[in-house]
Protein backbone atom coordinates (compact mmCIF):
# COMPACT_ATOMS: atom_id res chain seq x y z
CA UNK A 1 0.00 0.00 0.00
CA UNK A 2 2.62 2.30 0.91
CA UNK A 3 3.32 3.16 -3.40
CA UNK A 4 0.00 4.76 -3.43
CA UNK A 5 -0.74 7.87 -1.67
CA UNK A 6 -4.69 7.69 -2.28
CA UNK A 7 -7.01 4.56 -3.32
CA UNK A 8 -10.42 5.01 -4.83
CA UNK A 9 -13.07 2.59 -5.90
CA UNK A 10 -15.07 3.12 -8.47
CA UNK A 11 -18.53 1.34 -7.58
CA UNK A 12 -21.72 1.04 -10.34
CA UNK A 13 -25.24 -0.72 -9.16
CA UNK A 14 -28.39 -1.53 -10.37
CA UNK A 15 -31.30 0.30 -8.43
CA UNK A 16 -31.63 -1.21 -5.27
CA UNK A 17 -28.49 -2.89 -4.48
CA UNK A 18 -27.70 -4.10 -1.33
CA UNK A 19 -24.61 -2.84 0.98
CA UNK A 20 -23.48 -6.76 1.55
CA UNK A 21 -23.15 -7.04 -2.30
CA UNK A 22 -21.07 -4.14 -2.50
CA UNK A 23 -19.34 -4.52 0.02
CA UNK A 24 -18.19 -7.70 -1.17
CA UNK A 25 -17.13 -6.70 -4.52
CA UNK A 26 -15.50 -4.21 -3.02
CA UNK A 27 -13.12 -6.68 -1.46
CA UNK A 28 -12.97 -9.16 -3.82
CA UNK A 29 -11.56 -5.90 -6.23
CA UNK A 30 -9.27 -4.73 -3.63
CA UNK A 31 -7.75 -8.26 -3.07
CA UNK A 32 -6.90 -9.02 -6.64
CA UNK A 33 -5.08 -5.51 -6.46
CA UNK A 34 -3.07 -6.61 -3.34
CA UNK A 35 -4.90 -3.91 -1.03
CA UNK A 36 -6.17 -3.89 2.24
CA UNK A 37 -9.62 -2.66 2.80
CA UNK A 38 -7.72 0.16 4.67
CA UNK A 39 -5.66 1.50 1.96
CA UNK A 40 -9.01 2.75 0.48
CA UNK A 41 -9.46 6.84 0.61
CA UNK A 42 -13.14 6.91 -0.50
CA UNK A 43 -15.63 4.99 -2.86
CA UNK A 44 -16.93 7.08 -6.29
CA UNK A 45 -20.04 6.63 -7.96
CA UNK A 46 -22.26 8.50 -10.30
CA UNK A 47 -25.00 10.98 -9.09
CA UNK A 48 -27.92 8.96 -9.83
CA UNK A 49 -26.32 5.86 -7.61
CA UNK A 50 -25.53 8.14 -5.07
CA UNK A 51 -28.87 8.08 -2.97
CA UNK A 52 -28.94 4.43 -3.42
CA UNK A 53 -29.09 3.48 0.47
CA UNK A 54 -26.70 0.17 -0.23
CA UNK A 55 -24.11 2.65 -1.46
CA UNK A 56 -24.34 5.02 1.02
CA UNK A 57 -24.00 2.18 3.98
CA UNK A 58 -21.36 0.20 1.48
CA UNK A 59 -19.31 3.51 2.35
CA UNK A 60 -19.80 3.54 5.51
CA UNK A 61 -18.88 0.66 6.81
CA UNK A 62 -15.63 1.03 4.91
CA UNK A 63 -15.42 4.55 6.92
CA UNK A 64 -14.88 6.41 3.84
CA UNK A 65 -16.43 9.24 1.99
CA UNK A 66 -18.85 8.74 -0.68
CA UNK A 67 -18.13 10.60 -3.77
CA UNK A 68 -20.15 11.23 -6.89
CA UNK A 69 -20.26 12.43 -9.94
CA UNK A 70 -22.62 13.76 -12.94
CA UNK A 71 -23.40 11.64 -15.44
CA UNK A 72 -21.61 14.03 -18.15
CA UNK A 73 -18.63 14.77 -16.37
CA UNK A 74 -17.81 10.83 -15.94
CA UNK A 75 -18.36 10.86 -19.68
CA UNK A 76 -15.59 13.11 -20.02
CA UNK A 77 -12.96 10.63 -18.63
CA UNK A 78 -11.59 8.16 -20.81
CA UNK A 79 -12.03 4.09 -19.92
CA UNK A 80 -10.05 2.00 -20.82
CA UNK A 81 -13.05 -0.89 -21.02
CA UNK A 82 -16.25 0.87 -22.41
CA UNK A 83 -19.43 -0.41 -22.68
CA UNK A 84 -21.94 0.68 -25.21
CA UNK A 85 -24.56 -0.82 -22.84
CA UNK A 86 -23.65 1.04 -19.85
CA UNK A 87 -23.02 4.43 -21.91
CA UNK A 88 -26.75 4.06 -23.25
CA UNK A 89 -28.35 3.27 -19.87
CA UNK A 90 -26.40 6.01 -17.50
CA UNK A 91 -24.05 8.06 -19.97
CA UNK A 92 -21.19 7.16 -19.08
CA UNK A 93 -18.99 4.04 -20.77
CA UNK A 94 -18.03 2.76 -17.58
CA UNK A 95 -19.24 3.94 -14.33
CA UNK A 96 -17.05 2.30 -12.43
CA UNK A 97 -13.47 2.86 -14.19
CA UNK A 98 -14.59 6.38 -15.07
CA UNK A 99 -15.72 7.43 -10.95
CA UNK A 100 -12.57 5.65 -10.12
CA UNK A 101 -10.13 7.82 -11.86
CA UNK A 102 -11.95 10.96 -11.42
CA UNK A 103 -12.03 10.20 -7.88
CA UNK A 104 -8.72 9.31 -7.84
CA UNK A 105 -7.85 12.97 -9.43
CA UNK A 106 -5.09 12.09 -12.04
CA UNK A 107 -4.43 8.78 -10.85
CA UNK A 108 -4.08 5.50 -12.64
CA UNK A 109 -6.42 2.31 -13.15
CA UNK A 110 -5.25 -0.39 -10.67
CA UNK A 111 -7.37 -2.80 -10.88
CA UNK A 112 -9.86 -3.03 -14.23
CA UNK A 113 -13.64 -3.41 -13.75
CA UNK A 114 -15.33 -6.64 -12.20
CA UNK A 115 -18.58 -7.56 -11.98
CA UNK A 116 -21.16 -9.20 -10.03
CA UNK A 117 -24.97 -9.78 -10.54
CA UNK A 118 -25.77 -6.16 -9.31
CA UNK A 119 -22.68 -4.28 -8.95
CA UNK A 120 -19.31 -3.07 -10.58
CA UNK A 121 -16.14 -2.18 -9.06
CA UNK A 122 -13.06 -0.66 -10.61
CA UNK A 123 -9.56 0.32 -8.47
CA UNK A 124 -7.71 3.94 -9.41
CA UNK A 125 -4.41 4.88 -7.21
CA UNK A 126 -1.94 8.14 -7.18
CA UNK A 127 1.36 6.96 -6.67
CA UNK A 128 2.94 8.13 -3.51
CA UNK A 129 5.80 10.99 -4.84
CA UNK A 130 7.51 9.53 -1.69
CA UNK A 131 9.64 6.49 -1.31
CA UNK A 132 8.75 5.81 2.39
CA UNK A 133 11.71 2.99 2.34
CA UNK A 134 14.22 5.11 1.47
CA UNK A 135 17.11 5.33 4.15
CA UNK A 136 20.11 7.33 4.46
CA UNK A 137 21.91 3.74 4.14
CA UNK A 138 21.34 3.77 0.94
CA UNK A 139 22.94 7.00 -0.08
CA UNK A 140 26.71 5.39 0.94
CA UNK A 141 26.02 1.80 -0.38
CA UNK A 142 24.54 2.61 -3.87
CA UNK A 143 26.99 5.53 -4.03
CA UNK A 144 30.48 3.11 -3.41
CA UNK A 145 32.79 2.64 -0.85
CA UNK A 146 35.36 5.67 0.00
CA UNK A 147 32.54 8.53 0.80
CA UNK A 148 32.35 10.15 4.09
CA UNK A 149 29.12 9.45 5.62
CA UNK A 150 26.88 12.30 6.14
CA UNK A 151 23.78 10.86 5.03
CA UNK A 152 23.76 8.28 8.26
CA UNK A 153 23.05 9.62 11.41
CA UNK A 154 25.47 7.20 13.83
CA UNK A 155 27.83 8.92 15.58
CA UNK A 156 31.06 8.18 14.43
CA UNK A 157 33.69 6.60 16.26
CA UNK A 158 31.44 4.12 17.63
CA UNK A 159 30.92 1.61 19.32
CA UNK A 160 33.55 2.54 22.29
CA UNK A 161 36.24 -0.06 23.16
CA UNK A 162 34.39 -0.79 26.63
CA UNK A 163 30.87 -1.37 24.76
CA UNK A 164 32.35 -3.55 22.56
CA UNK A 165 34.13 -5.75 24.89
CA UNK A 166 30.81 -5.44 26.64
CA UNK A 167 29.26 -7.17 23.78
CA UNK A 168 32.39 -9.49 22.93
CA UNK A 169 31.96 -11.02 26.08
CA UNK A 170 28.36 -12.26 25.43
CA UNK A 171 29.17 -14.19 22.66
CA UNK A 172 30.14 -16.85 25.47
CA UNK A 173 26.29 -17.22 26.07
CA UNK A 174 25.10 -17.45 22.66
CA UNK A 175 23.67 -20.87 23.32
CA UNK A 176 21.47 -20.38 25.59
CA UNK A 177 18.14 -18.72 24.61
CA UNK A 178 18.07 -14.68 25.28
CA UNK A 179 16.56 -13.69 28.79
CA UNK A 180 15.81 -9.78 29.15
CA UNK A 181 15.39 -9.62 32.42
CA UNK A 182 18.49 -7.62 33.66
CA UNK A 183 18.56 -5.52 30.47
CA UNK A 184 14.30 -4.85 30.84
CA UNK A 185 15.12 -3.81 34.52
CA UNK A 186 18.28 -1.91 34.11
CA UNK A 187 16.51 0.27 31.41
CA UNK A 188 13.37 0.65 33.82
CA UNK A 189 16.27 2.06 36.17
CA UNK A 190 17.60 4.35 34.02
CA UNK A 191 14.36 5.81 33.41
CA UNK A 192 12.81 5.71 36.98
CA UNK A 193 9.91 3.12 35.91
CA UNK A 194 8.47 -0.16 37.00
CA UNK A 195 9.38 -3.37 34.56
CA UNK A 196 6.08 -3.95 33.39
CA UNK A 197 6.40 -0.35 31.42
CA UNK A 198 9.64 -1.09 29.79
CA UNK A 199 9.71 -3.26 26.09
CA UNK A 200 12.95 -4.15 24.60
CA UNK A 201 12.92 -4.04 20.63
CA UNK A 202 14.88 -4.87 17.98
CA UNK A 203 15.64 -1.30 17.13
CA UNK A 204 12.67 1.24 16.96
CA UNK A 205 12.21 -0.15 13.91
CA UNK A 206 10.29 -3.23 14.99
CA UNK A 207 8.74 -0.65 17.55
CA UNK A 208 7.29 0.94 15.05
CA UNK A 209 5.59 -2.30 13.56
CA UNK A 210 4.62 -3.03 16.97
CA UNK A 211 2.87 0.26 17.12
CA UNK A 212 1.21 -0.50 13.68
CA UNK A 213 0.17 -4.24 14.19
CA UNK A 214 -0.91 -4.30 17.81
CA UNK A 215 -2.54 -1.35 18.80
CA UNK A 216 -5.51 -1.20 16.43
CA UNK A 217 -5.96 2.28 15.51
CA UNK A 218 -9.06 3.07 13.42
CA UNK A 219 -7.28 6.93 12.44
CA UNK A 220 -4.06 7.42 12.53
CA UNK A 221 -2.13 10.20 11.77
CA UNK A 222 1.35 10.89 11.65
CA UNK A 223 2.87 14.20 11.79
CA UNK A 224 5.73 15.17 9.14
CA UNK A 225 8.39 15.85 7.41
CA UNK A 226 9.84 12.80 10.24
CA UNK A 227 11.47 9.45 10.15
CA UNK A 228 9.10 7.40 7.48
CA UNK A 229 9.08 3.86 8.83
CA UNK A 230 6.12 4.75 11.23
CA UNK A 231 3.86 5.75 8.60
CA UNK A 232 5.52 2.66 6.38
CA UNK A 233 4.58 0.32 8.92
CA UNK A 234 1.06 1.53 9.29
CA UNK A 235 0.69 1.10 6.12
CA UNK A 236 1.71 -2.25 5.80
CA UNK A 237 -0.23 -3.39 8.71
CA UNK A 238 -3.54 -2.11 6.51
CA UNK A 239 -4.00 1.34 8.19
CA UNK A 240 -4.86 4.49 5.90
CA UNK A 241 -2.68 6.93 7.52
CA UNK A 242 -3.62 10.77 7.55
CA UNK A 243 -0.66 13.05 7.68
CA UNK A 244 -0.27 16.44 9.05
CA UNK A 245 2.95 18.25 7.70
CA UNK A 246 4.47 20.82 9.51
CA UNK A 247 5.96 24.15 7.17
CA UNK A 248 9.27 25.65 6.54
CA UNK A 249 7.79 28.69 6.37
CA UNK A 250 6.98 28.32 10.70
CA UNK A 251 10.59 26.39 11.04
CA UNK A 252 8.87 23.31 11.23
CA UNK A 253 7.27 23.51 14.64
CA UNK A 254 4.47 22.11 15.41
CA UNK A 255 0.76 23.09 16.45
CA UNK A 256 -1.01 21.02 18.24
CA UNK A 257 -4.32 21.75 16.81
CA UNK A 258 -3.35 20.87 13.74
CA UNK A 259 -3.68 17.37 14.40
CA UNK A 260 -7.65 16.32 13.77
CA UNK A 261 -8.72 15.65 17.64
CA UNK A 262 -10.35 12.39 16.68
CA UNK A 263 -6.90 10.88 15.55
CA UNK A 264 -6.78 7.81 17.72
CA UNK A 265 -3.16 7.28 17.37
CA UNK A 266 -0.66 10.29 16.44
CA UNK A 267 3.32 9.36 15.71
CA UNK A 268 5.47 12.77 15.82
CA UNK A 269 9.48 12.17 16.31
CA UNK A 270 11.11 14.30 18.87
CA UNK A 271 13.72 15.96 17.91
CA UNK A 272 12.36 15.06 14.65
CA UNK A 273 14.21 13.17 11.76
CA UNK A 274 15.08 15.03 9.45
CA UNK A 275 14.49 18.82 10.33
CA UNK A 276 16.29 18.59 13.68
CA UNK A 277 13.61 20.47 15.36
CA UNK A 278 13.24 19.80 18.96
CA UNK A 279 9.53 20.71 20.28
CA UNK A 280 8.28 21.46 23.11
CA UNK A 281 7.51 18.96 25.31
CA UNK A 282 4.51 20.71 26.39
CA UNK A 283 3.10 21.20 23.29
CA UNK A 284 3.65 16.99 22.47
CA UNK A 285 1.91 16.36 26.11
CA UNK A 286 -0.79 19.04 24.64
CA UNK A 287 -1.82 16.19 21.97
CA UNK A 288 -2.64 13.59 24.55
CA UNK A 289 -6.33 12.56 24.86
CA UNK A 290 -8.76 9.72 26.17
CA UNK A 291 -8.74 7.12 23.87
CA UNK A 292 -5.56 8.17 22.05
CA UNK A 293 -2.39 6.80 21.77
CA UNK A 294 0.89 9.66 21.49
CA UNK A 295 3.61 7.57 20.44
CA UNK A 296 7.09 10.29 20.13
CA UNK A 297 9.85 9.23 18.81
CA UNK A 298 12.99 10.21 20.83
CA UNK A 299 15.62 7.80 18.69
CA UNK A 300 17.85 10.95 18.81
CA UNK A 301 16.80 12.74 22.08
CA UNK A 302 19.85 11.38 23.73
CA UNK A 303 22.35 13.56 21.11
CA UNK A 304 20.17 16.61 22.73
CA UNK A 305 22.42 17.72 25.98
CA UNK A 306 20.35 17.23 29.16
CA UNK A 307 17.32 15.84 26.90
CA UNK A 308 15.49 18.72 27.59
CA UNK A 309 12.01 18.30 26.25
CA UNK A 310 11.87 14.62 26.96
CA UNK A 311 8.91 12.72 27.61
CA UNK A 312 10.76 9.29 28.50
CA UNK A 313 9.77 8.49 32.08
CA UNK A 314 7.07 10.52 32.36
CA UNK A 315 3.42 8.76 33.92
CA UNK A 316 1.71 11.69 33.92
CA UNK A 317 0.35 11.70 29.78
CA UNK A 318 -1.99 9.84 28.84
CA UNK A 319 -1.59 7.38 26.53
CA UNK A 320 1.94 8.14 25.93
CA UNK A 321 4.68 5.84 24.27
CA UNK A 322 7.81 6.39 23.79
CA UNK A 323 10.47 5.06 21.81
CA UNK A 324 13.91 5.56 22.09
CA UNK A 325 17.27 3.86 19.83
CA UNK A 326 20.62 2.97 21.27
CA UNK A 327 21.55 2.26 17.68
CA UNK A 328 22.76 6.78 16.82
CA UNK A 329 24.89 7.41 20.16
CA UNK A 330 26.39 3.95 20.68
CA UNK A 331 27.37 3.20 16.68
CA UNK A 332 24.81 -0.25 17.63
CA UNK A 333 22.78 0.04 14.11
CA UNK A 334 24.13 -3.19 12.89
CA UNK A 335 22.87 -4.68 16.21
CA UNK A 336 19.64 -3.54 16.58
CA UNK A 337 18.63 -2.28 19.66
CA UNK A 338 15.89 -0.13 21.18
CA UNK A 339 13.20 -0.31 23.47
CA UNK A 340 9.73 1.24 24.33
CA UNK A 341 8.07 3.08 27.35
CA UNK A 342 4.53 2.99 28.01
CA UNK A 343 1.48 1.83 29.88
CA UNK A 344 1.71 -1.39 31.13
CA UNK A 345 -1.33 -2.62 29.07
CA UNK A 346 0.22 -0.85 26.34
CA UNK A 347 3.11 -2.60 26.50
CA UNK A 348 1.61 -6.10 27.34
CA UNK A 349 -0.19 -5.79 23.69
CA UNK A 350 2.93 -4.92 22.11
CA UNK A 351 5.15 -7.80 23.42
CA UNK A 352 1.79 -10.02 22.86
CA UNK A 353 3.05 -9.05 19.20
CA UNK A 354 6.72 -10.03 19.23
CA UNK A 355 7.77 -13.49 18.18
CA UNK A 356 9.95 -15.40 21.14
CA UNK A 357 13.54 -13.99 22.25
CA UNK A 358 13.60 -10.83 19.76
CA UNK A 359 16.09 -9.24 20.92
CA UNK A 360 19.68 -11.08 20.87
CA UNK A 361 22.01 -11.57 23.74
CA UNK A 362 24.70 -9.32 22.34
CA UNK A 363 21.70 -6.60 22.24
CA UNK A 364 20.71 -7.23 25.68
CA UNK A 365 24.14 -6.85 27.02
CA UNK A 366 24.51 -3.56 24.73
CA UNK A 367 21.11 -2.16 26.50
CA UNK A 368 22.74 -2.94 29.50
CA UNK A 369 25.80 -1.80 29.14
CA UNK A 370 24.73 1.79 27.70
CA UNK A 371 22.51 2.61 30.49
CA UNK A 372 24.82 2.67 32.85
CA UNK A 373 25.88 6.04 34.74
CA UNK A 374 28.81 5.70 33.25
CA UNK A 375 27.39 5.51 29.35
CA UNK A 376 24.68 8.19 30.48
CA UNK A 377 27.90 10.52 31.29
CA UNK A 378 29.68 9.61 28.16
CA UNK A 379 26.61 10.14 26.01
CA UNK A 380 26.00 13.29 27.82
CA UNK A 381 29.75 14.31 26.85
CA UNK A 382 29.15 13.16 22.85
CA UNK A 383 26.15 15.57 22.95
CA UNK A 384 27.52 18.65 23.94
CA UNK A 385 30.40 17.77 21.32
CA UNK A 386 27.70 17.51 18.98
CA UNK A 387 26.29 20.97 19.90
CA UNK A 388 29.37 22.94 19.30
CA UNK A 389 30.24 20.92 16.10
CA UNK A 390 26.57 21.33 14.49
CA UNK A 391 27.42 25.13 15.41
CA UNK A 392 30.14 25.02 13.18
CA UNK A 393 28.60 23.34 10.84
CA UNK A 394 25.40 25.88 10.82
CA UNK A 395 28.09 29.32 10.85
CA UNK A 396 30.01 27.78 7.94
CA UNK A 397 26.33 27.26 5.95
CA UNK A 398 25.38 30.59 6.77
CA UNK A 399 28.37 31.77 4.31
CA UNK A 400 26.46 30.58 1.18
CA UNK A 401 23.56 32.42 -0.09
CA UNK A 402 22.01 29.40 -2.34
CA UNK A 403 21.64 27.59 1.25
CA UNK A 404 19.17 28.32 3.83
CA UNK A 405 18.32 26.19 6.98
CA UNK A 406 14.98 25.88 7.93
CA UNK A 407 13.78 25.80 11.95
CA UNK A 408 16.65 25.83 14.67
CA UNK A 409 18.22 22.31 14.77
CA UNK A 410 18.90 20.44 17.80
CA UNK A 411 20.33 17.16 16.48
CA UNK A 412 22.82 15.63 15.37
CA UNK A 413 21.76 16.78 11.66
CA UNK A 414 20.88 19.87 9.63
CA UNK A 415 18.15 19.97 7.13
CA UNK A 416 19.13 22.47 4.35
CA UNK A 417 17.26 23.86 1.34
CA UNK A 418 19.18 24.25 -1.89
CA UNK A 419 18.03 25.31 -5.63
CA UNK A 420 19.24 22.03 -7.52
CA UNK A 421 19.80 20.33 -4.45
CA UNK A 422 19.84 16.70 -6.56
CA UNK A 423 22.95 18.15 -8.89
CA UNK A 424 25.14 19.33 -5.56
CA UNK A 425 23.90 16.15 -3.91
CA UNK A 426 25.27 14.60 -7.23
CA UNK A 427 28.53 17.05 -7.14
CA UNK A 428 29.18 16.47 -3.38
CA UNK A 429 29.32 12.48 -4.01
CA UNK A 430 32.10 12.84 -7.10
CA UNK A 431 34.29 15.14 -4.06
CA UNK A 432 33.90 12.17 -1.70
CA UNK A 433 30.50 12.73 0.45
CA UNK A 434 27.79 11.40 0.67
CA UNK A 435 24.43 13.62 1.85
CA UNK A 436 21.06 12.59 2.25
CA UNK A 437 18.53 13.65 -0.02
CA UNK A 438 15.16 15.15 1.50
CA UNK A 439 12.49 14.37 -1.40
CA UNK A 440 11.87 11.19 0.13
CA UNK A 441 10.37 12.45 3.45
CA UNK A 442 6.53 14.03 3.22
CA UNK A 443 6.19 17.17 3.05
CA UNK A 444 9.48 17.98 1.52
CA UNK A 445 10.57 18.40 -2.03
CA UNK A 446 13.68 17.86 -4.67
CA UNK A 447 15.44 21.05 -3.30
CA UNK A 448 16.38 19.47 0.46
CA UNK A 449 19.17 17.61 1.36
CA UNK A 450 20.43 16.53 5.24
CA UNK A 451 23.28 16.67 6.75
CA UNK A 452 24.95 14.75 9.51
CA UNK A 453 26.98 16.70 12.06
CA UNK A 454 30.85 15.61 11.89
CA UNK A 455 33.91 17.13 13.53
CA UNK A 456 35.42 20.26 12.72
CA UNK A 457 38.11 18.99 10.33
CA UNK A 458 34.95 16.88 8.43
CA UNK A 459 32.42 20.05 8.32
CA UNK A 460 35.67 22.23 6.75
CA UNK A 461 36.15 20.04 3.94
CA UNK A 462 32.37 19.63 3.48
CA UNK A 463 32.13 23.47 3.67
CA UNK A 464 34.87 23.27 0.76
CA UNK A 465 33.63 20.94 -1.53
CA UNK A 466 29.89 22.67 -1.07
CA UNK A 467 31.80 26.13 -2.25
CA UNK A 468 32.80 24.11 -5.07
CA UNK A 469 29.72 21.77 -5.68
CA UNK A 470 27.70 25.11 -5.71
CA UNK A 471 30.01 26.79 -8.24
CA UNK A 472 29.56 23.87 -10.39
CA UNK A 473 25.89 23.95 -10.13
CA UNK A 474 25.23 27.49 -10.99
CA UNK A 475 28.25 27.52 -14.42
Known amino acids: MGEYEQVVVGVGARAGVDADEVCALVEETLRAAGLPVGAVSALATVESKAGEAGMAAAAERFGVPLLSYCAEELARVAVPHPSDAVREAVGSASVAEAAALAGSGGGRLLVAKRKSAAVTCAVAGVPDPHD ?3 HGDAEVVDAGAGLVDLAVNVRTGTPPAWLKERIAASLDSLAAYPDGRAARAAVAARHGLPVDRVLLTAGAAEAFVLVARALDAVRPVVVHPQFTEPEAA ?18 FRLDPAAVPEDADLVVVGNPTNPTSVLHPARDLAALARPGRILVVDEAFMDAVPGEREALAGRTDVLG ?10 WGLAGLRIGYVLAEPEVIARLAAAQPLWPVSAPALAAAEACVTPRALAEAEDAARRIAVDRAHLLAGLAEFEEISVAGTAEGPFVLIRVERAAEVRTRLRALGFAVRRGDTFPGLDRSWLRLAVRDRATTGRLLQALDHALALTSS
Open 234 to 251: LRDAGHRVERVLLRASDG
Open 132 to 134: LRH
Open 320 to 329: LVVLRSLTKT
